[in-house]
């Protein structure tokens, strides 16, 4: 009794040659697509990164300047402010109407605005919010308020 190999292809019925086997068949190495693939994921993310890049500039400062430019308007809107501080004893602290204080108080928060948005406009902020502390507490005899008024208004004539 013979028994065929199957391991070493050898036993009855098996023929070394290709040529007289019905089936020759020829496998060229599958070309790998790892390549492709992470050359395409990377431009997607290359891609999708600038694209939001672009996107967030665009339209980030242009808010901050807006609502620098709305600061300067609300506070010119708010008048003209008393300054008691040359009086050694001011007879009275004026008062404000509450259209006043409410502009007094939307510059503040388009100010703060602007600058949490951008940095450059932080100095606005704070005169700002120098002047409206003045203006609530109605002590228009406080240098320091009237000083952040003056500084205020210069920085609103460069915007």
Known sequence: MRTADTGTGTGPGFDDSPAESDEVTTSAPAPSRRMLVLATVAGFVLGSGVLGLLWG??????GALEDAVAACQALDRVGELPDTSRDAQPSLTPSLTSERLHRMMAARELSSAAAQVDPNYQALADHIDG?????????????SGQRHLVQ????CARI
């Not at 500039?57 to 242009?62: F, R």
């Not at 002047?131 to 240098?143: E, I, K, T």
């Open 57 to 62: 500039l665009s339209g980030v400062h242009a």
């Open 152 to 155: 205020a208004q210069e920085i």
């Open 131 to 143: 002047v409206s502390r003045m203006v609530l507490s109605l002590h228009f005899n406080d240098l």
